[in-house]
């Protein structure tokens, strides 16, 4: 079969996480976790599902740009597709018109991420797989062959991307079958948003530690007492054998990150994530190296626009945790470049997943990386935040803190079409009522 692609649709959805204070940040103080939702529909009833996260407000922008994409995928067949990948990645992010809207980056870039990580889904579906072991099963030129390197072959090669994968064909067998029987680390930001109230925090903080948690992260930067007493109290509770991390979301400038994050060196963060503007690289590089002495690292990648921003993170020793996004990158194609240099710099990768369907879609890229690429889980971890697993088909499994690998077919991010219909906005009964009180 050639899967030819006949149709393409994309939905608002939306979850009123705001109400309850989930996903609360120093700048992201009320968010509705939400979704472009898009689904491809095949000529022989296969389909492909994908989104990209916002937060909200302007996911109509969002579904506008899919939209507009729709007609570069309609029409291909999935294997004309994928013969070529990075010829289709290169058509969606380089249309001589679209482009100006980026390039490869802001709403345009979310939207193809939707796209591809339908496409990306259809290909597992068609396989019958799920993406992580469809990635860990091709050949590594075909790996290389989905990769668009073009902007970033002054700091890897496609000789030298080739060369990580075949060296990492070693033992991969073995590294398989670890996760399939002991899943991949994992930490929790779930107890710990900022505009939880301390009761709450207390008692998901112990929750988790029941559950076999060992590595929280903790949201800051809005006022710093109130974060030395929220750090203080988790560390009290966590105890000094487990892991702390804290994440600011952008609030500061240069200057401020350095002295805030100094103040919070007492309780032994691993690492300040996002601590000024996700686009000042040299901004990072300065506060990498005033909290090196402290034995804090720099973590970000959530907000990175692309591949090229990432190189230019790695060659400035600019942060010490890749965090890459399987919607803010473009999909799988663009995080598959951001994995193999993160190697060859030798900076571990721990993927955000802090939002509706990214748990779902990362463990797949984490597990890859893993199984095929770093061959190391020293210093990596993968966030899990324990929000609207319950609206996928096929919802993360996590086990002692663990994610256990997928075993349906596919990209996982499939909605449960009760969940999509009810959230849609804004005519889902969930934003009726809303309308009508």
């Not at 994050?261 to 506060?287: M, N, Q, R």
């Amino acid at each position: 079969m050639l899967h030819k692609i006949i149709g393409l649709t994309v939905r608002d959805v939306r979850f009123p996480t705001s109400l309850e204070q989930h996903g609360s940040d120093s700048m992201h103080t009320d968010p509705d976790y939400s979704a472009g939702y898009v689904v491809i529909y095949t000529d022989c009833g296969l389909n492909g599902f994908g989104l990209t996260f916002t937060l909200g407000k302007g996911t109509e922008i969002v579904v506008c740009a899919v939209e507009a994409l729709a007609g570069l995928v309609v029409g291909k067949s999935l294997e004309a597709i994928v013969s070529d990948f990075r010829g289709f990645y290169r058509l969606l992010t380089s249309d001589s018109q679209m482009r100006w809207l980026g390039p490869e980056k802001g709403v345009i870039h979310l939207a193809t991420a939707a796209v591809l990580n339908a496409v990306w889904d259809l290909w597992a579906r068609a396989e019958g797989k799920p993406l992580w072991k469809l990635l860990v099963d091709l050949d590594p030129k075909q790996i290389i062959s989905c990769i668009d390197f073009r902007y970033i072959t002054d700091a890897l090669s496609e000789d030298e991307a080739l060369d990580i994968l075949m060296k990492a064909q070693e033992d991969k067998q073995q590294r398989e079958e670890e996760m399939l029987k002991e899943g991949y680390p994992a930490y929790t930001t779930s107890c710990a948003w900022l505009n939880y109230p301390d009761q709450q925090l207390e008692q998901l903080c112990t929750d988790a530690l029941k559950s076999g948690w060992t590595k929280f992260k903790v949201k800051v930067g809005a006022d710093l007492k109130d974060d030395i007493r929220r750090c203080r109290l988790i560390r009290k509770m966590i105890g000094p054998e487990n892991t702390l991390m804290i994440d600011a979301n952008q609030r500061w400038d240069v200057a401020e990150a350095i002295s805030w994050v100094s103040s919070l060196a007492e309780f032994k963060p691993l690492w300040i994530e996002e601590p000024t503007s996700p686009d000042d690289i040299l901004g990072h590089a300065a506060i990498s190296k005033a909290l090196a002495p402290l034995g804090i690292g720099v973590a970000t990648g959530e907000q990175c626009h692309n591949r090229v921003m990432f190189k230019q993170f790695l060659q400035a020793s600019a942060l010490q945790f890749v965090q890459i996004d399987s919607c803010r990158l473009g999909s799988v194609n663009e995080n598959l470049a951001v994995l193999l240099m993160a190697h060859k710099f030798q900076v571990p990768v721990c993927p955000h997943a802090g939002g509706v369907g990214l748990c779902e879609l990362v463990q797949h890229l984490i597990l890859f990386d893993y199984i095929c690429v770093s061959a190391s889980l020293t210093n990596r971890m993968c966030e899990y935040v324990d929000h609207l697993h319950e609206h996928f088909t096929s919802p993360v499994v996590i086990h002692d803190a663990r994610y256990m690998p997928p075993k349906d077919p596919g990209y996982s991010c499939e909605m449960l079409e009760s969940s999509v219909q009810r959230h849609r906005y804004p005519e889902g009964d969930v934003w009726k009522q809303f309308k009508n009180q």
